[in-house]
């Protein structure tokens, strides 16, 4: 069964420490990925996606995220993060319908 | 831009009583979601609607839960009767329409209702 994983349920950082969350799906066929983010008190928002092409994608704020397709993995990286940056993380997955993984929280240390 | 709009943002009921929301997607936006999101997991996608037809319900508890959107604009979704494992936020989304497997088009969220069973 498709399904979507994300390894961290919570990770605290200090300002300007590297970031890195995983994200892994199961499913061999063509996908749309995608990163949501949710600050808190407020909505579920899109961060970056990727349909095609360079694997390396841009979003919002800095970040960017990685297809590895041999992996199946869609990891979101910024090198350095902010106090705001503290939110939940949500990796989707669009294989026909949308599946969400579970969230990682990050909080981010002034 | 008016974002999706969702009422009531909170609700506390007991079980076996019937519950209802309301979902107002952006103007123009032809496809509409309702998720479910239990605390401590990700939104789960219970009904896609394409205009006023339904796309999947495939993960819609159809003996308790129902939802429509007869003029293809505002949506409502009902529980009938609530269980305790109903607790959960309730997501709307919208985008501009297309269905399936490439669908380009970004999902934007309302800011959900809080359901809680008793």
């Known amino acids: ?30 996908v749309n990925l995608f990163w ?14 990727y349909f095609s092409g360079d694997p390396l994608v841009k979003g919002i704020k800095g970040f960017e995220a990685e297809f ?6 869609f990891n979101l990286r910024k090198p350095s993060v902010q106090w705001s940056d503290t939110a939940e993380y949500f990796c989707a997955v669009r294989f026909g319908d949308m599946r969400f993984g579970a969230g990682t929280r990050l909080t ?3 | 831009e008016a974002g999706v709009a969702q009422s009531p943002r909170y609700k506390i009921i007991e079980k076996r009583q019937s519950v209802a929301f309301w979902c107002n997607p952006i103007s123009g936006h032809a496809t509409l979601y309702w998720y479910q999101q239990i605390l401590g997991q990700g939104p789960k996608l219970l009904i896609q609607f394409q205009n006023n037809g339904v796309v999947d319900d495939s993960q819609l508890p159809k003996d ?10 505002d949506s409502t979704l009902k529980i009938q009767p609530a269980k305790l494992e109903d607790s959960a ?10 269905a399936g497997i490439l669908d380009y088009n970004e999902q934007f969220f309302g800011p959900g209702t809080r359901l809680t069973v008793l």
């Open chain 2, 64 to 73: 308790r839960f129902s939802a429509e959107r007869l003029k293809g604009v």
């Open chain 1, 68 to 73: 590895i397709k041999s992996k199946f993995s």
């Open chain 2, 89 to 98: 936020v309730y997501l709307c989304a919208s985008s501009l329409g297309g």
């Open chain 1, 36 to 49: 949501y983010v949710q600050y808190p008190g407020q909505h579920l928002q899109l961060l970056l996606k």
């Open chain 1, 1 to 30: 069964a498709q399904s979507v994983s994300q390894h961290n349920h919570h990770v605290i950082l200090s300002e300007a420490a590297s970031l890195e969350l995983g994200c892994n799906y199961s499913y061999g066929g063509t």
């Open chain 1, 108 to 110: 981010v240390k002034p």
